[in-house]
């Protein structure tokens, strides 16, 4: 996985959950889905752009290139292995659960990420899939 930070992840797993087929997500769509003004999203995208991640279409949806579905799917992976954690067995909002997979998943290892997993769930720990 690229080295993205917390927030460039967060808008790129965004994106990639949104973007329901190849027609792209409307940039509102992503300001809705993050409750972030549309000019977060627009100085976003431009760097996701020119990370290669995302396009912009003709008609102002932002669609995923091939890295950028690649990046979101190992996210989305990764994702449903720790965010359960932090919702199920440390019980914390959701707000604080998604800012703290996103820090963790941009600052741990692939290593540490899956022999945590693998661990927590040999010990039958809640949310470890």
Known sequence: MSKLTGVQMKYLH?????QKDDQGVRSVDIAGALRVSKASVHRMVKLLSEL?????????NVKLTLL???EG???EEKYKKVYPFFIDYLELEQSEALECTYSFLCNFSDTCIRRLTEREQKRG???FN
């Open 52 to 60: 290669e991640f995302v396009s912009m279409e003709n008609r102002g």
């Open 73 to 75: 799917t190992k996210i």
């Open 68 to 70: 950028g579905k690649d």
């Open 14 to 18: 965004t994106i990639y959950r949104t």
């Open 125 to 127: 720990i809640i949310g």
